[in-house]
């Protein structure tokens, strides 16, 4: 097996040799890599997915992806951002099929993605029924609109960034944040709670 092609970011000693652990696939490298990374992927998934069922089979789905994968880690980016690139993919993919479209993203109260530990019972149930409202709308708009959008917005992602995620040209990024946002903005029409929602999470 090949060394590692340092070409962007630089890594350091200790990555080069943890990236090369995981390429062998030593599971205690491995298991180290994704206890540092799982938080963010977690978060990411759960702001594309909405339910926190969900969220757990899929972080489970995109680490095992990403231990098969591992061999062929070139170090052409940064171990989160491969990871975040494996995540984003299986993602849309869940959100393609049938199974899940049928049985909608919206989780109960106490499954929300995005509870905050800092707030008293009653502000902490309103936060997770916001939630549970923007994701809602979210389900009706296509999954690669749909995952553009909430990278680019509510995750502030720069479109370059977004695109190399999900895989696709700048300017077909681009069009899929315009009519999700399109979307969205003729839903908030008859929805006052979600135009709040989008007016926060734009300017947050």
């Known amino acids: 097996m090949g060394s590692v092609v340092n070409l962007h970011p630089v890594f350091s000693a200790h990555e ?5 652990a995981c390429r062998r696939g030593d599971r205690y490298a491995l298991q180290a890599v994704f206890v540092a990374h799982s938080p963010y ?3 990411l998934l759960g702001r594309i997915v909405g339910s ?21 880690f070139r ?5 989160r951002t491969w990871l975040a690139r494996i995540a984003v993919r299986t993602a849309q993919e869940r959100l393609r099929s049938a199974a899940v479209r049928r049985r909608g993203s919206l989780p109960d109260l106490e499954e929300s993605p995005d509870p905050h530990p800092a707030l008293d019972g009653d502000a902490n149930l309103e936060l997770q029924r916001r939630v549970r ?5 979210l389900e ?4 690669k609109k749909r995952v553009a959008f909430v990278l680019h917005v509510f995750e502030g992602m ?3 960034e977004v695109a190399a995620l999900s895989g696709a040209s ?8 315009f009519w999700a946002r399109r979307e969205l903005l003729r839903r908030a029409r008859r929805d006052p709670l979600l135009r709040e929602l989008v007016a926060e999470e734009e300017q947050s």
């Open 16 to 20: 080069l040799e943890q990236i090369e």
């Open 75 to 79: 170090g052409e980016a940064q171990v």
């Open 52 to 72: 926190r069922l969900e969220v757990e089979d899929l972080l489970q789905t995109t680490f095992m992806a990403a231990i098969a994968a591992f061999p062929r």
């Open 41 to 43: 992927i977690e978060r």
């Open 133 to 137: 409202r923007l994701h809602e709308h």
């Open 170 to 177: 700048v300017t077909a990024t681009k069009s899929r944040v």
């Open 158 to 160: 720069p479109i370059d």
């Open 140 to 143: 009706a708009i296509a999954p």
